[in-house]
Structure formats: structure tokens, C-alpha cells
């Protein structure tokens, strides 16, 4: 029996994996749990492991709708596109509340602190130093993905091999950097509201890299396997959007944080 579709959306088939993944994480916050309790962390890695193989499942079966089944319509992929602006501006907004803090501790500072900041006893990171380096790495790494993109409009293959590549280095190299600052802080995130507010704001930015550089590289891995053309690949467009904010926001935590706030 044949089904013809009358419309242009895309009524998604029966799957497992919101199932798996809602048993995911509902067994790595118990494990995570468990671990706070009783120190052990078989569990938590159980959980990871469940989350982590219905995260590929569920994204390699998108994939093969949208490139092999041509279930991603003109629609469909607006409301992708639509999802994912949404998504980056909730991601703003949950950056938003770590600024919100660091300048309501940093422009009125506590007596508990001494009434300065950064506080007495914290030696803040010079900013023209790694965190300079950093801030050029990132913003070159928005240069080339931005470079991969107009190369894909145009169906250069081997230039958005190149600067894809680039990119994913970039990043890489950026979380190696942040790795060596945090091995070599002088305070951690327990020293006083300037160690918190700087470890969380700074650590869900690396956070936030390390993800953008996995969706870069599944997007090179995907390319190198033909899935995009130069009219059809939201999924890089994507990866580039959320690449794109993670610079911005650097640009800001530079700003604020490294430069302003010491």
C-alpha cells in the first residue's frame, strides 16, 4: 500500500528514542545523585552511555530523513530553521543570568568581600594573555566557518573541506587553551561570588564550544559523505548559527569578565 501525502510536512514515524532518552535522563540524574551520596558513579555512566547512543540514533535517523528520504520539505526546513533561532535565543537568555550576576556582585560589591573587586585575596587573569589569544582564535574561527559556508552556496567542495577543517581546529584549540588557564587559576570556583560567577559564565562558554565543535565536525563527516548541496544544508547552516553565538558571547565574557571586571 502506498501513502501519498497531500501536503508538504513532514509527520514524523513511530520512534523509540524520546522513550530512551527520557529513561536516559531520568538514570543520569539518579546517578548523579547517587554519586553526591555515595561517591560511586556507575549509574551516572550508565545513564551517560543511554543518553549518549539515543542522542546518535536519533540524529543519524534525522539525518537520513532529511538526505535520503527528502522528508525536509521547503516548510520543514523553516521550521527547522525557526527552532533553531529559538533555540540561540534561549541560549542568550541563559547566558544573560550568569552576566546578570557577575555585574550585580562586581558594581556593588559586599562587605563580606571587602567592598572591592575583584575581592582582596583573588589574583585575577591578565587579560592580554590567553584570554587575548583566545578571543583572536575564535574570531578567526568564525572567519573560516563563515568562509566554509559561502564555499557550499557556490558548490566548492574542496574550499568547505579546508575551512570546515580549519574551524573544527580552531575550536579544538581554544578548549586545549581554556584547559591550561583553568589548571593554572589561582582561585576556584569556592573563592568567594568572583570565582563563581567566573568559572560558571566561563566553563558553560567552554561547555558550549566543546558541543559546537562535535556539530562541526558531524557536519564534515556528513559533507565528506556528500549529504549537503549548495541549496540544501541546514544542517551546517545550523552548526555556523550556534558557532556564531558561541563567538559572541566570547566577545562579551572577554569584555566583561577578563578585561573589565579585573
Not at 161 to 185: D, P, R
Request: hydrophobic share 50%; glycine share 6%; aromatic share 20%.
Amino acid at each position: 500500500m502506498t501513502l501519498n501525502h497531500n501536503h508538504p510536512y513532514h509527520l514524523v514515524d513511530y520512534s523509540p528514542w524520546p522513550l530512551t532518552g527520557a529513561i536516559g535522563v531520568m538514570t543520569l540524574v539518579t546517578g548523579l545523585v547517587k554519586w553526591f551520596h555515595n561517591f560511586n558513579m556507575n549509574l551516572l555512566i550508565l545513564g551517560y552511555i543511554i543518553v549518549l547512543l539515543t542522542m546518535y540514533q536519533w540524529w543519524r535517523d534525522i539525518c537520513r530523513e532529511g538526505t535520503f528520504q527528502g522528508k525536509h520539505t521547503i516548510l520543514v526546513s523553516k521550521g527547522l530553521r525557526w527552532g533553531m533561532i529559538l533555540f540561540i535565543v534561549s541560549e542568550i537568555f541563559f547566558f544573560i543570568s550568569f552576566f546578570w550576576a557577575f555585574f550585580h556582585s562586581s558594581l556593588s560589591p559586599n562587605i563580606e568581600i571587602g567592598a572591592m573587586w575583584p575581592p582582596n585575596s583573588i589574583i585575577p587573569f591578565n587579560p592580554f594573555q590567553i584570554p587575548l589569544l583566545n578571543t583572536i582564535i575564535l574570531i578567526t574561527s568564525g572567519i573560516t566557518v563563515t568562509w566554509a559556508h559561502h564555499a557550499i552556496m557556490e558548490n566548492n567542495f574542496t574550499q568547505m573541506s579546508q575551512s570546515l577543517f580549519m574551524t573544527i581546529l580552531l575550536g579544538i584549540y581554544f578548549t586545549i587553551l581554556q584547559a591550561y588557564e583553568y589548571l593554572e587559576a589561582s582561585f576556584s570556583i569556592a573563592d568567594s561570588v568572583y570565582g563563581s560567577t567566573f568559572f560558571m559564565a566561563t566553563g558553560f562558554h567552554g561547555l558550549h564550544v566543546i558541543i559546537g565543535t562535535i556539530f562541526l565536525l558531524t557536519c564534515f563527516i556528513r559533507h565528506m559523505y556528500n549529504h549537503f548541496s549548495s541549496t540544501h544544508h541546514f544542517g551546517f547552516e545550523a552548526a555556523a548559527w550556534y558557532w556564531h553565538f558561541v563567538d559572541v558571547v566570547w566577545l562579551f565574557l572577554y569584555i566583561s569578565i577578563y578585561w573589565w571586571g579585573n
